[in-house]
């Protein structure tokens, strides 16, 4: 085993449920928060802040991965496979600007691994591909019944309905890159 060396990247792929939920099955990753960025609006937004649209924050998930265990590019790829980069402010039944499809970066090497998977994934998808890749500002924790969601509550609905299905799809997609 190489040196451990963690990396960090913020994405948003529309409710952070689920999103946190994919990232927390892939080898490599050490950890997964999830949160609030990209707005404007003055100190730290609660979820019903968020959920108003007003505030302009998107919810999001920070994840730290080991990148001697798996690179930016493959964290990014299974981003953009495990939700539908194009369309706009939405993700299935979750509709508003808080649930873009967002890739936030802290250097020029993210934005440019960044780039490259967004042309390497746009042949996947008959529509143009609308993620936001912008420079990651203030992220704000979420509240703590928002932190590992999908582990605290599998048999809830929304977990059954929306999530299960991506989880199925990673697994099938990424077998070799998940616990």
């Known amino acids: 085993m190489g040196d451990i060396k963690l990396e960090t990247i913020t994405v948003g792929g529309g409710c952070f449920w689920c999103t946190e939920a994919i990232f927390q099955e892939i080898k490599g990753v050490r950890s997964v928060v999830s949160g609030?960025?990209?707005?404007?609006?003055?100190?730290?937004?609660?979820?019903?802040?968020?959920?108003?649209?007003?505030?302009?924050?998107?919810?999001?998930?920070r994840v730290t991965f080991d990148n001697s265990m798996i690179t930016l590019y493959d964290i990014l790829h299974i981003f953009m496979t495990t939700h539908d980069p194009t369309t706009l402010n939405r993700q299935g039944a979750d509709v508003g600007t808080q649930y873009r499809s967002a890739i936030y970066y802290i250097n020029d090497d993210q934005k440019k691994i960044a780039e490259h998977v967004l042309m390497d994934v746009a042949g996947l998808y008959e529509n143009p591909i609308?993620?936001?890749?912008t420079p990651l500002g203030i992220f704000y924790d979420a509240e703590d019944y928002h932190q590992d969601y999908y582990k605290n509550n599998p048999s809830q609905a929304y977990c059954q309905v929306v999530i299960d299905p991506k989880l199925a799809k990673l697994r099938k997609l990424n077998a070799n890159k998940v616990n």
């Open 130 to 133: 609308v993620t936001e890749l």
């Open 36 to 61: 609030y960025t990209g707005g404007n609006a003055p100190g730290k937004p609660t979820y019903r802040e968020i959920c108003s649209g007003l505030t302009g924050h998107a919810e999001v998930v």
